[in-house]
């Protein structure tokens, strides 16, 4: 069984700040991996699929790289509406999420 | 619009059943594999089943396994999870979620959730 892990588990910073998470897979997934934003209240929103491709709608700040183990999902530059929860993904396995709080 | 809603969850008791429905509306439900996700209070996601758009397959995480049962009607554009034998850490918000086309289990729309809570 494929255990997906994130880190940091909390990000404090400020709007306008770039903002960097990773996901580590235990085993190699290849590229089959997405990142969700979940925020207070609402159901999971799709980003990123595929490691680096934009879902639908999702505005260009938003990009994610990686394949085998090692996943990174960056925010070039915090709005507001960006604090959110960010979880990773490989098929039936999510990573426990990482928290990206105002600063 | 397109979209996804779920319902017929509440509070029931340890060892009860209940059946959570999803409505499909705006695309062509019968050409997507669909899933149930849940998420306990104040934890993360985890998936629980998915079924084939012709409901011809069907996959369970281990720990549900024997007591959920997941269904669709395509005829009626909704999806279906019996869930018996329900246990205190049952209790979460099941979304219905929309795997996206590629077979990779990317969930591409979802649900507002239905509330499921198991207490006696």
């Known amino acids: 069984e494929i255990v997906m892990t994130q880190s940091p588990a909390t990000l404090s910073l400020s709007p306008g700040e770039r903002a960097t998470l990773s996901c580590r897979a235990s085993q190699s997934v290849s590229s089959y991996l997405a990142w969700y934003q979940q925020k207070p209240g609402q159901a999971p929103r799709l980003l990123i699929y595929d490691a680096s491709k934009r879902a639908t709608g999702i505005p260009a700040r938003f990009s994610g790289s990686g394949s085998g183990t090692d996943f990174t999902l960056t925010i070039s530059s915090l709005e507001t509406e960006d604090f959110a929860v960010y979880y990773c993904q490989h098929y039936g396995t999510f990573g426990p999420g990482t928290k990206v709080g105002i600063k | 619009e397109v979209q996804l809603m779920e319902s017929g969850g509440g509070l029931v008791q340890p060892g009860g059943s209940l059946r959570l429905s999803c409505a499909a509306s705006g695309f062509t439900f019968r050409n997507y594999w669909m899933s149930w996700v849940r998420q306990a209070p104040g934890k993360g996601l985890e998936w629980v089943a998915n079924?084939?758009?012709?409901?011809?397959?069907?996959n369970y995480v281990a720990s549900v396994k024997g007591r959920f049962t997941i269904s669709r009607d395509n005829a009626k554009d909704s999806l279906y999870l019996h869930v018996n034998s329900l246990r205190a850490e049952d209790t979460a918000v099941y979304y219905c979620?929309?795997?996206?086309?590629?077979?990779?289990?990317?969930?591409?729309?979802w649900g507002q959730g239905t509330l499921v809570t198991v207490s006696s």
């Open positions: 079924i084939r758009d012709d409901g011809g397959d069907k």
């Open positions: 979620a929309r795997d996206r086309p590629g077979g990779a289990c990317y969930f591409d729309l």
